[in-house]
T-cell receptor
Framework: DAGVTQSPTHLIKTRGQQVTLRCSPK?????VSWYQQALGQGPQFIFQ???????QRGNFPDRFSGHQFPNYSSELNVNALLLGDSALYLC????????????FGPGTRLTVT | AQKITQTQPGMFVQEKEAVTLDCTYD???????LFWYKQPSSGEMIFLIY??????QNATEGRYSLNFQKARKSANLVISASQLGDSAMYFC?????????????FGTGTSLTVIP
């Protein structure tokens, strides 16, 4: 049973560019959350998707957007990249009724130069 | 105010000894959950243990136990019989049932190094 998968593993972009990160949830999970983890910090909640809609959003600007597909996989899009967007981006999946279960993927390391 | 506070940036423990990692939290919600995650250098967050706000017993999972003191709003992680593989970052996290529902709040983490 595959866990949460993310692609790509690493990514280097230039300021002002746009980036798309991808996540496939664990089998049986229908909810996907995205987190940003800057170096030396804990993960910060970006948003959560359920039934193809953004259900909840953290304190991130509109440059951060997402999408969830019918197969529950998800994308995180970041526009007009800033140097400060350099971070590890973690995807987590959970069953909608699962209060405790939240499984994380290995993350995508984004470097903005 | 910070929802989760971890005041120990780094900790060292001798192999086979026990270690306590501190975590305090702040919430006005009556129903919430507290979590501990381990993050090795590979980056993946690994779930260790969970404590519900209404649970009367402290949670235990193998060598991990959570020392839950509700009145003090603390949820310390105790690792018994430390192993070299325990060296990693450890994050305390909280989820509120009503205030913010689906959002997990994480602390800044504690780096644990197990010394042979």
């Amino acid at each position: 049973d595959a866990g949460v998968t993310q692609s790509p593993t690493h990514l280097i972009k230039t300021r002002g560019q746009q980036v798309t990160l991808r996540c496939s949830p664990k089998s049986g999970h229908d909810t996907v959350s995205w987190y940003q983890q800057a170096l030396g910090q804990g993960p910060q909640f970006i948003f959560q998707y359920y039934e193809e809609e953004e259900r909840q959003r953290g304190n991130f600007p509109d440059r951060f957007s997402g999408h969830q597909f019918p197969n529950y996989s998800s994308e995180l899009n970041v526009n007009a990249l800033l140097l400060g967007d350099s971070a590890l981006y973690l995807c987590a999946s959970s069953p909608d009724r699962g209060w405790v279960e939240q499984y994380f993927g290995p993350g995508t390391r984004l470097t903005v130069t | 105010a910070q929802k989760i506070t971890q005041t120990q940036p780094g900790m060292f423990v001798q192999e086979k000894e026990a270690v306590t990692l501190d975590c305090t939290y702040d919430t006005s919600d009556q129903s919430y959950g507290l979590f501990w995650y381990k993050q090795p250098s590979s980056g993946e967050m690994i779930f260790l243990i969970y404590q519900g706000s209404y649970d009367e017993q402290n949670a235990t999972e193998g060598r991990y136990s959570l020392n839950f003191q509700k009145a003090r709003k603390s949820a310390n992680l105790v690792i018994s019989a430390s192993q070299l593989g325990d060296s990693a970052m450890y994050f305390c996290a909280m989820r509120e049932a009503y205030n913010t529902g689906n959002q997990f709040y994480f602390g800044t983490g504690t780096s644990l190094t197990v010394i042979p």
